[in-house]
Nanobody
Framework: QVQHVESGGGLVQPGGSLRLACAAS????????IGWFRQAPGQYREGVSC???????YYLDSVTGRFIISRDNVKNMVYLQIDRLIPVDTAVYHC???????????????WGRGTKVTASS
């Protein structure tokens, strides 16, 4: 089975930046959308950003203007550029894929194990 692999997390001071990456096979050939989700301790998992095969993007309100999602179809990579980190961004970030059209952050079937982002001084 396909296992998505996330990387790029770490401990960064508030105001800093990180670039997360997700690797999976045949993004555009098999999936309608690829998304980034996060789960903080004691919190529900929430959708952060997603990008469709048509390059339409969606963002959680609290990250709009600070996070940018992008993809490289040749390399089968999706990235999440995170700027101006704040403490509430601290979470494990997962990438996931969705084969069907629907709500931006619903219906994702395949998930990676995640990469941890910590924004703390």
């Amino acid at each position: 089975q396909v296992q998505h692999v996330e990387s790029g997390g770490g401990l960064v001071q508030p105001g800093g930046s990180l670039r997360l990456a997700c690797a999976a096979s045949k993004f555009t050939q098999e999936y309608y959308a690829i998304g980034w989700f996060r789960q903080a301790p004691g919190q529900y998992r929430e959708g952060v950003s997603c990008i469709t095969v048509h390059n339409t993007t969606y963002y959680l309100d609290s990250v709009t203007g600070r996070f940018i999602i992008s993809r490289d179809n040749v390399k089968n990579m999706v990235y999440l550029q995170i700027d101006r980190l704040i403490p509430v961004d601290t979470a494990v970030y997962h990438c996931a894929t969705n084969k069907i059209r629907g709500s931006a952050f619903s219906g994702y079937q395949k998930w990676g194990r995640g990469t941890k982002v910590t924004a703390s001084s």
